[in-house]
């Protein structure tokens, strides 16, 4: 039995990577164990998010639910609020892969402003995509619109094709009188 924390996270990640999911979600339980055994709460709390990532993957929604849950709240106890964020961002995920939208939104507006709050630009982008899908699925177009433009402007180089998609994003923004 293996009981280095790092080689069975290792080892978890190569398992998530070629569909072995139960495999994964034993080599992530066992890790965070070690790792909180050891006193590594923040590296316990990233094991945490990953079995949620494992379990989303293998739609075991509630046991997903509930690793997201364990682990956004030690990384927020343990002041780790880009962590905090990401998992917030999983759990929307999670919510919408399930239809249902109005916590998905819920969830991803929190990791969204998160994000932004400690400068995660990227992931923050990314979130604000997902949550104007969100926004699109609950026919709530203009609300949608907005939010898309505000992930596009998230990101620091965009492609030709998406800085046009910026430039007819806020047309569209302006044409509904929400910008001067």
């Known amino acids: 039995m293996v009981r280095d924390p790092h080689i069975l996270r290792d080892e978890g990640m190569q ?8 495999e994964a979600a034993a080599c992530f339980v066992a890790a965070r164990d070690l790792f909180a055994a050891a006193g590594n709460s923040l590296a316990a709390a990233e094991m945490q ?4 990532v ?12 509930a690793a997201f ?10 002041g780790d609020q880009a962590r905090a964020g990401q998992v917030l961002g999983n ?15 819920s969830h ?4 969204a402003i998160l994000l932004h709050q400690t400068g995660e630009r990227q992931l923050e982008g990314d979130t604000r995509r997902l949550l104007s899908a969100v ?13 898309y433009e505000a992930a596009l402007t998230c990101y620091p180089r ?23």
């Open 158 to 180: 965009l492609s030709l094709g998406r800085r046009l998609l910026l430039r007819l994003v806020r047309w569209l923004v302006r044409l509904a009188g929400v910008r001067a």
């Open 54 to 65: 494992a379990y989303r993957a293998q739609h075991r929604w509630d046991e997903a639910a």
């Open 49 to 52: 998010n990953d079995l949620g």
């Open 108 to 111: 991803l507006s929190r990791a």
């Open 91 to 105: 759990l929307g995920s999670l919510y919408l892969a399930q239809g249902r939208l109005d916590q998905a939104a």
């Open 135 to 147: 926004r699109f699925r609950q026919r709530r177009w203009l609300e949608a619109l907005v939010v």
């Open 69 to 78: 849950t364990a682990a956004q709240e030690d990384f927020e106890r343990l």
């Open 15 to 22: 398992h998530y990577r070629v569909g072995k999911y139960d």
